[in-house]
């Protein structure tokens, strides 16, 4: 039971990974008063980048049954993009950092209340760790789409 878990989580870990080519290389003309793609690009970047390596370890120690840690680094990760959302005033990217913040905050959801180690409940909750799976991948697509060429 516990490798569908871990395979769950570390596909978690890699969507979140899949941002570090959110880079500025979008080119958008800004306008006066309007924020670049490329500018807000880099802004959004810039957060994903600082909490890549806490993700790796969190995700490690996940799939090794340390549940609570999900919990908090997902919560830690809605909080910075958040952060970051509040500094874009880029429609797309504000938007697409919002969707992402929403599917970590939905993840971190499923894991909310259950005991470390306790593979039985987890393995109840595989559908739901699944769909949350895949939202964030989405939204952290949608998000590296917008950011890259």
């Known amino acids: 039971m516990r490798k569908p878990i871990a395979a769950l989580v570390l596909a978690a ?29 880099q802004i959004a970047s810039e957060y994903v980048q600082e909490f890549q390596d806490d993700m790796s370890t969190t995700m490690s120690e996940a799939a090794a049954g340390d549940f609570s840690k999900i919990v908090e680094v997902m919560n830690s990760l809605k909080t910075r993009l958040g952060e970051a959302a509040d500094e874009v005033s880029n429609t797309e990217v504000k938007d697409a950092l919002n969707e992402f913040g929403d599917s970590m905050d939905k993840f971190a959801k499923v894991f909310e209340g259950v005991a470390n180690g ?32």
Do not use: F, H
């Open 13 to 41: 870990g890699l969507g979140v990974a899949s941002l570090t080519g959110c880079t500025s290389n979008a080119s958008t003309e800004p306008t006066e008063t309007a924020q670049s793609t490329a500018d807000a690009c």
């Open 118 to 149: 306790d593979l039985t409940v987890m393995t109840a909750k595989s559908a739901e760790i699944q769909e949350a799976t895949e939202a964030m991948q989405t939204a952290g697509q949608k998000l590296s789409d917008t950011c890259t060429l």
